[in-house]
């Protein structure tokens, strides 16, 4: 089973320019999440989508939009991006009373 | 304010030498508090859910206890191949999970 698939692995952006980060899950979840990854600090949340057409702030969305394309897919954009966005980005999905099941994450650097 | 810390930042244990990482948690009404393994380069892995104080989990060397503002994980003769990061989050109703920053092991041959 692949779980939770994140494209690409590996991204280097220079400032202002836009990309998406695109996320799969094939275990039927409801919901999903993306998460940064810093040194020192824990998973902080971006956005999450608790079902199929919807989708909400977390705790960092400044600069970011996303899109739950359809029950798999849910999406991340960067419009304009810059340095401070440098990051591990980890995508999850979540189904009823169950854990989170996270992907192997987006290395992205913006210079 | 929901909010999760661990500790310690880092232990290097030698293999076989027992220890515990601490995960201290305040958290409205806990619906959950969540254990993770993350591997370098890996997404993290689900290792435990504690649903309320006193309760107990084990699954091989690791066993994670939770107490109304603690969480352990415990760590009997760990292996080289334990060295990872372990993650705990708290999960509130009504709420997304807050992580904690994680605690790096190493297990030293």
């Known amino acids: 089973n692949a779980g939770v698939t994140q494209t690409p692995k590996f991204q280097v952006l220079k400032t202002g320019q836009s990309m998406t980060l695109q996320c799969a899950q094939d275990?039927?979840?409801?919901?999903m999440y993306w998460y940064r990854q810093d040194p020192g600090m824990g998973l902080r949340l971006i956005y999450y989508?608790?079902?199929?057409?919807?989708?909400d702030k977390g705790e960092v969305p400044n600069g970011y939009n996303v899109s739950r394309l359809n029950k798999r897919e849910f999406s991340l954009r960067l419009e304009s991006a810059a340095p401070s966005q440098t990051s591990v980005y980890f995508c999850?999905?979540?189904?009823?009373?169950?854990?989170?099941?996270f992907g192997d994450g987006t290395r992205l650097s913006i210079l | 304010e929901d909010q999760v810390t661990q500790s310690p930042e880092a232990l290097r244990l030698q293999e076989g030498e027992s220890s515990s990482l601490n995960c201290s948690y305040t958290?409205?009404?806990?619906?959950?508090l969540f254990w993770y393994r993350q591997d370098p380069g890996k997404g993290p892995e689900f290792l435990f859910t504690?649903?309320?104080a006193g309760e107990e989990k084990e699954k091989e060397r690791l066993k994670a206890t939770l107490t109304k503002k603690e969480s352990f994980l415990h760590i009997t003769a760990p292996k080289p191949e334990d060295s990872a990061t372990y993650l705990c989050?708290?999960?509130?109703?009504?709420?997304?999970?807050?992580f904690g920053p994680g605690t790096r092991l190493s297990v030293l041959p």
């Open positions: 989508s608790a079902s199929e057409g919807t989708t």
């Open positions: 275990m039927n979840h409801n919901s």
């Open positions: 958290v409205s009404g806990l619906r959950g």
């Open positions: 989050a708290g999960h509130s109703y009504g709420q997304n999970f807050v």
């Open positions: 504690l649903y309320s």
């Open positions: 999850a999905s979540m189904g009823v009373d169950q854990p989170q099941h």
